[in-house]
């Protein structure tokens, strides 16, 4: 394990020299594998983030992460979700990133008391807030 992780730091350290992100990108995934040939037990995220730490975290600590679910995805958290935790929405194990389904039937599908019969903008007439904030749309 100790070997190939000095093999990994290496191999990226060479390539990020080169400033090509193309190489880059392909050996963030050697570096991946490293990390995870120790550290996949201490996952406390099990799985459900996916497998390439590197995204979020950096080499000199754990608790040090740099995930903007603002910009690095295409679900900015407003209203009640910004106050749920990851393992919330991000159930499911994945081999690869996380992706899941935006629209609010795809969570909240279960609580819809109209049962589908308005459509799938629930947007329409709720606000991000709660489902009790409702606007009449005429």
Known sequence: FIQGLA??????????????????????????????????????????????????????????????????TEFPLRGAHTDLGCESCHVEPVADAPKLESSCGACHGDEDPHR????????RCHGEQSWRDVRIVR
């Open 7 to 72: 093999d990994a730091g290496t191999q990226a350290y060479t390539v990020a020299k080169t400033r090509n992100l193309e190489a880059m990108l392909e050996v963030s995934n050697t570096v991946a594998d490293a990390c995870a040939a120790c550290h996949e037990r201490q996952d406390t995220h099990e799985s459900r983030l996916g497998p390439r730490c590197e995204l979020c975290h950096t080499p000199n600590g754990w608790k040090i992460w740099k995930f903007d679910h603002e910009t690095q």
């Open 116 to 123: 589908g019969s308005f459509g799938s903008s629930c947007e």
